[in-house]
């Protein structure tokens, strides 16, 4: 592997206790970042960098070969305090004790900003899988079909490049049943240039609905590509874990995962998905 460039600290800055940054990037927004060392190393789009977190301010460093490009852009992917500010304090936390308790427990918990494309593969990926064994499939899918961002690590491979692999060659690669949903997407998108690109800028539900329409991708997929990978703060993807704490705390049994989702959105506003990612997170610890 390249050799590696020195510690710096992520400008603008971002802010996170070693908990939180582990829980942000090992807490199922993404799936390849692992512990390496003491710090974490991880991949998304073209890109590789270890990050760590000295008084709570996390630092960045990145191999040579590729710093230049990892330093312009490792601030959008993280997303820094100056741009969560404003939803940490637009979220309803002043009124609602079970958003406040898991705020509390998360300080600095924040979103990634992936590259959308990646975000849809990855949650197709996802379907009735654990994280541990969602980053696996994405390790197979980038060592087998991925191109090389410096010796020794791969990217995950585009939507084109999955166009031209047999769905025989996705089930071998681990994907299971959800070869079928990932071959089916990329001919869908090798007949539609650009149409990620479009659905990335659409508003919200305009976006989902179309979404909706790849194979494979129910409500949880789309919402989950949508929040990490588009920004669209107002998602609010509710799987098993959500569910479970919107249906106790909430006082929500019998309602449907559909009106749930709605509630969510409804309840927390524009920043929904950041509150969800809030209660996933103290759920799983609890």
């Known amino acids: 592997m390249s050799a590696w460039g020195q510690w710096r600290s992520v400008k603008p ?3 996170c206790p070693d908990d939180v ?3 942000l990037l090992d807490g199922g927004q993404a799936f390849r970042w692992n512990r390496v060392d003491g710090v974490w190393r991880g991949v998304w789009g073209n890109y590789i960098a270890e990050l760590t977190s000295q008084n709570d301010v996390v630092q960045w460093r990145a191999p040579v ?3 230049d490009r990892v330093s312009r852009d490792i ?5 820094p305090d100056d741009v969560f500010a404003d939803a940490w304090d637009a979220l309803p936390h002043r009124s609602d004790p079970v958003l406040k308790a898991a705020m509390g427990q998360w300080p600095g918990l924040r979103l990634l900003r992936q590259p959308f494309a990646e975000a849809v593969l990855c949650f197709l990926c996802s379907s009735m899988k654990q994280i541990t064994h969602i980053k696996q499939i994405c390790e197979t899918l980038a060592l087998r079909f991925g191109a090389e961002i410096i010796p020794g690590v ?3 491979p585009s939507w084109s490049t999955l166009h031209r692999v047999s769905e025989g060659e996705l089930r071998a690669a681990g994907l299971g049943y959800r070869a079928r949903f990932i071959h089916g997407t990329s001919h869908f998108l090798a007949g539609q240039p650009g149409w990620l690109d479009v ?5 919200y539900p305009e976006a989902k609905h179309r979404l909706m329409q790849l194979p494979g991708v129910g409500a949880k997929i789309a919402d989950c590509a949508l929040l990490f990978g588009a920004g669209k703060l107002e998602a609010f993807p509710v799987d098993t874990w959500i569910a479970r704490v919107m249906t106790e705390r909430y006082r929500l049994e019998g309602w449907s995962l559909e009106q749930i989702a709605h509630f969510g959105r ?3 506003g524009q920043y929904a998905g950041l509150a969800q ?3 996933f997170s103290s759920a799983r610890r609890a």
């Open 65 to 67: 070969l590729i710093e």
């Open 199 to 203: 659905v990335e800028d659409l508003p």
């Open 154 to 156: 791969r990217a995950l």
């Open 13 to 15: 800055v971002v802010r």
């Open 277 to 279: 990612q809030y209660l």
């Open 21 to 23: 940054l582990a829980e």
């Open 75 to 79: 601030s959008t992917y993280l997303g």
């Open 266 to 268: 409804a309840h927390y």
